[in-house]
């Protein structure tokens, strides 16, 4: 029983995680209301705050729905070719796939003003500490296996790799309608940034790769499971905590 009620409060959710992302897109940030969701879900505004304590809350949801799913995605290309867990390879994937997510583009590519509800809502004080835990998994499994450029501390390639990206992610609105510049083609050039910084001149083999890809999937797979604790809010956890409890 306990399980059942679990699934259908996790439906109910992405339901409500579904309004709220066609809004987002539809109407931006900005406008987006706790009673829109409600009313285009079709159920009342209160059974949004079952789920989520706030407005701030529900877009830090939907983003890390979206976030889970890319992690996702990028599982299962390494899972195809563990070629994939290269830095620049990653970074290069993480890139598409936001930016051709409508809905993270809605939430981050846009003013920063809108964010500081947003960066300041108490849920997200438990996000950082995987996703740092990840990407320190992850430089940890290329520096190892000899995947990372010699003379090269991860903290610093980790901060440093960010920077680039993040640059990228914040100059793409700058050249929308250059055709030069492909969402493709600006994935190739951060691509190429990232790999002449920080991995060997030449490739290493791809046992190297293969060896330390169980790793990497491990971190990401760990964080994946965070996004969607993050996402599902408080009503699916107080379901989850309920069908733990032992029987009476």
């Known amino acids: 029983m306990a399980r059942t009620q679990r699934a259908d409060l996790r439906r109910r959710a992405d339901a409500l995680l579904d309004a709220a992302a066609t809004l987002l897109v539809g109407a931006g940030l900005r406008e987006l209301r706790i009673e829109d969701v409600a009313r285009r879900a079709g159920v ?7 789920h989520w304590s706030s407005r701030e809350h529900l877009l830090l949801a939907v983003g890390a729905r979206e976030a889970a799913a890319i992690l996702e995605t990028v599982v299962t290309a390494i899972r195809a070719d563990p070629a994939e867990i290269a830095l620049h390879r990653y970074l ?32 997200q004080a438990g996000s950082p500490k995987p996703k740092l835990i990840a990407a320190h998994d992850h430089l940890a499994a290329l520096h190892d296996h000899r ?32 055709p030069r510049f492909s969402l493709e083609h600006q994935a190739d050039r951060l691509a190429e940034v990232v790999r ?5 001149a030449k490739p290493p083999a791809p046992e190297r790769y293969a060896a330390a890809a169980p790793q990497v999937i491990d971190a990401f797979e760990r964080l994946g499971d965070e ?12 379901s989850a905590s309920r069908s733990e409890r032992p029987a009476p």
């Open 44 to 50: 009342g505004k209160g059974t949004v705050y079952l």
């Open 92 to 123: 290069r994937r993480h890139f598409l796939e936001a930016m051709r997510r409508p809905v993270l583009k809605a939430l981050f590519i846009t003013d920063h003003a809108d964010f500081n509800p947003f960066a300041r809502q108490p849920v």
């Open 147 to 178: 995947l990372l450029r010699p003379g090269q501390e991860p903290a610093d390639i980790d901060f440093a790799a960010q920077a680039i990206a993040y640059g990228f992610f914040s100059a793409a609105p700058l050249v929308a309608d250059d």
């Open 196 to 200: 002449r910084s920080f991995e060997p």
């Open 227 to 238: 996004y969607r604790r993050i996402a599902y809010g408080t009503a699916d956890r107080r």
